[in-house]
């Protein structure tokens, strides 16, 4: 028999972006959480606890995705006004880091008793990195690093993921293993090459689940604006015939620039604009600004 999941539970027309939660779907979670682990069904049970967690403090996931060196972490980091989350030249997140809003910043780790371990935010990259942490031989399942961003004071928490396709098979599988839990994406491709298959496919699946896809050409400093333009031309054609919806804005920009603060803006002050909440959506799952 096909064990449930709360996975499951959601998919069947599930959740997107844009559904407001009900004021008890928190205690009905809970409720569920309850049958589910005197059923014996923990995996069900945590699940349904952590996202009744998550809706009652008004949490939801805006998962940053794409190839491995498109500059993801990068970009998260420019979008939160500081580096939180290690970079480099090489394949460098292993496992999803959750990027949420606190007053001081502070980072923490899940340890086996299911609860959470604090630690420097500068030894993140102990936990989180291919370097530190090759192929996740310490078996992390995940990261969290709190920031006082105004950009996350209303609820919306990053999700920094592992790149696909690099010679780290296993990061591509623990992506895929996070779409359940995203509420959007940012997907985040470049100009040379544009999007590729593993991206096309992993988009395809988000997009199955929630409807608010931010498209972002990053590295913008790098490649001819024609070259953007065909990118985005094609990335948009191609998004649209795989998804059978059409994609709004396309935004082009450079996550290194933001981050030494020089260089041309481009589209970045959109991008910003549409990842900010209405005051009607400061409640449950909001629905983000995307022009859609």
């Known amino acids: ?39 014996g069904a ?6 349904a606890s952590e996202v009744a967690a998550r809706i009652s403090e008004g949490r939801f996931y805006v998962a940053c995705i794409g190839q491995f060196k498109r500059g993801k972490s ?6 939160v006004g500081c580096e939180v989350v290690p970079t480099g030249f090489v394949p460098v997140t ?31 990259k102990q936990y989180v990195t291919e370097e530190l942490n090759p192929e996740n031989i310490k078996a992390v399942e995940g990261a969290e690093v709190f920031v006082p961003s105004p950009l996350l004071s209303s609820g919306m928490c990053f ?16 992506t895929h293993a996070f779409i359940p839990h995203v509420d959007a994406a940012l997907v985040v491709v470049g100009a040379d090459p544009p999007i590729a298959g593993e991206e096309l496919a992993l988009v395809e699946a988000v997009g199955a689940r929630v409807q608010d896809l931010i498209l972002v050409i990053n590295k913008a400093d790098r490649t001819t604006d024609p070259e953007r333009a065909a990118a985005a031309r094609f990335t948009r054609r191609i998004l649209e015939k ?28 959109r991008l910003l604009a549409s990842l900010r909440l209405r005051p009607e959506d400061q409640h449950g799952f909001p629905s983000l600004r995307l022009g859609l």
């Not at 999941?5 to 939660?21: I, K, W, Y």
């Open 159 to 174: 999700v920094d993921t592992p790149g696909l396709g690099s010679v780290f098979t296993g990061n591509t599988a623990i």
């Open 42 to 47: 923990e995996p069900v049970a945590e699940e």
């Open 94 to 124: 292993v496992v999803p880091t959750v990027i949420r809003f606190d007053n001081q910043l502070h980072a923490r780790v899940p340890v086996r008793d299911a609860s959470w371990q604090d630690i420097d935010p500068a030894d993140l």
């Open 74 to 79: 990068t970009l998260l980091n420019a979008l």
């Open 1 to 39: 028999m096909k064990m449930c999941s709360l996975a499951t539970v959601r998919g069947c027309g599930g959740l997107s972006a844009e559904t407001s939660v009900p004021v008890d779907g928190a205690s009905g979670l809970l409720r569920l959480a309850q049958l589910a682990q005197e059923l």
């Open 242 to 269: 795989r998804l059978h919806r059409p994609m709004g804005e396309v935004f082009e920009m450079s996550a290194f620039e933001r981050m030494e603060d020089r260089g041309a803006l481009r589209n970045w002050d």
